[in-house]
């Protein structure tokens, strides 16, 4: 089968690869038909992980099962099914408590946690290709409604970062007619401000510096703020009156790319305490990368954060962290999409076949204005 393959530092190529196949009685085989580049990917693209040459990309994956194993009896060839990016059994302590980020089975033993196409999370291929090993296919496939089809770029989004963004909010402790600031404008960034304004914010303020970014959280109505032009602190400070937003969510993570991004890696962190008023709440789904070897200095090499600890505590803040379980909203999501009350995508900007990949990384990568999101159809 044809499939995205890693060979190094911003180097990646469609390559004939062997098949992906049922290997156990619990695996589903699906047929991908849409699957996302994520910023998440760039990590691993960058070349800031120890991502491992000749590994398949792809953690945001939906498409149809072509086969199931001998012990699958709930999932059925002909379903169309989202494939949450966590890689999780059901049935380990964590699974158990609902924490599918961190089942304790799907990586070696003593790490937590797993997902498809990522570096140490796993040995599981991604889904940039034609097909995709789903193992406890049963527990992790979502089926789909019958305008699976139709709105595979809707769908999509639930594989990842459509529950990562409604998990920001809800780690922020969020309520309904509170205002809330998100840092990062990127696709999850913008599922966040969906999330809020869906979950009946009274405001919702998004800071980022690119304008294509800008607008589309404008067009859920949300405040765009461009951080280009100045503080963005002092901008949420006199959008909400001197108080500070209530609630806030850190969607930007460690950003070595990007000249004028976190100059440390906890940049954001502390303009969002500062953002934020004295006990509000901040969920921070960034990802920061504990170890970067290829970072640009020794703070970033010993994945160390300059975090003002001083300031989050003196202001009685509180925070939340890490992946996203996205089966805890997958079918809830799921279900607000069937019913068109949200439409997650409107900040798709390109649908491409397979072999665009290579170059829509290379876009992407570059936050090009216009490229958003990248959904490849192999
Ligand atoms: P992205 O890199 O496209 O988006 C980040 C955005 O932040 C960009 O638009 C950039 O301009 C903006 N930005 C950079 N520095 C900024 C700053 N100092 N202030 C405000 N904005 C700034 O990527 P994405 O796909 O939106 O992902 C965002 C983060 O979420 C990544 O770190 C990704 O790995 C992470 N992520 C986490 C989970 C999870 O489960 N926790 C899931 C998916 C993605
Ligand atoms: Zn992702």
Known sequence: MKALVYHGPRQVSVDDVPD????????????ITSTNICGSDLHMYEGRTDFEQGRIFGHENLGEVVEVGDAVDKIAVGDMVSAPFNVSCGHCENCEHGLTNYCLRANE?????????FADMGPWPGGQAEYLRVPWGDFQCLRLPEDAREK?????????????????VEMSGMKPGESIVIYGGGPVGLMAALSAVTRGAAQVMVVDRHPDRLRLAEQIGAIPIDDSQGSPVDQVMELTKGRGADRGCECVGYQAHDPQGNEDNADTLNK?????????????VGVFVPQDPGGPDELSQQGKARFDFGNFWFKGQQMGTGQAPIKRYNRHLRSLIAADKVKPSWIVSHDLPLDGAPEAYKRFDAREDGWTKVVLHP
Request: zero cysteines; glycine letters at 14%.
């Open 20 to 31: 992906a196949r049922i290997e156990k009685p619990t695996d589903v085989l699906v047929r």
């Open 152 to 168: 595979q770029d809707d769908y999509v989004m639930l594989s990842d970062i459509f529950p990562t963004g409604w998990h920001a």
């Open 272 to 284: 969002l305490v500062s953002s934020v008023r004295f006990t509000g709440g901040i969920g921070t």
């Open 109 to 117: 033993p003593g790490l937590a946690g797993a997902a498809y196409g």
